[in-house]
């Protein structure tokens, strides 16, 4: 099986930085692609960014030029560097990895547990 484990968030005044790392343990052979997503309360889960081998990164709009996604495939980590933070930022942050199990045949979808970003002054 596999674990996505997050980490890095917290509380942070408005215009302040964090950055999220989410850990894809276990039983993984291949991954296509690992992201960010977040829910606020009262509001529907939303993509904040990925990033899928043979296309690259994709953002949200209100957080492109803000966030910064990255991987570090020999670790099978991403992170989410996050400047400029805005209370509108504020919400749970779920890892996301579309990825091939050894003794799979096909790829699925993970979800880590979700991780808590609070931005207010």
């Known amino acids: 099986q596999v674990q996505l484990v997050e980490s890095g968030g917290g509380l942070v005044q408005p215009g302040g930085s964090l950055r999220l790392s989410c850990v894809a343990s276990?039983?993984?052979?291949?991954?296509?692609?690992m992201g960010w997503y977040r829910q606020a309360p009262g509001k529907e889960r939303e993509l904040v960014a990925s990033?899928?081998?043979?296309?690259?990164?994709k953002y949200a709009d209100d957080v492109q030029g803000r966030f910064r996604v990255f991987k570090d495939n020999a670790k099978n980590t991403v992170y989410l560097q996050m400047n400029s933070l805005k209370p509108d930022d504020t919400a749970v942050y779920l890892c996301?990895?579309?990825?091939?199990?050894?003794?799979?045949?096909?790829?699925?979808?993970?979800w880590g547990q979700g991780i808590q970003v609070t931005v207010s002054s």
């Open positions: 276990g039983s993984v052979f291949s991954i296509n692609s």
């Open positions: 990033y899928t081998n043979g296309v690259g990164n």
């Open positions: 996301h990895a579309h990825l091939l199990l050894y003794h799979r045949t096909s790829y699925e979808d993970h």
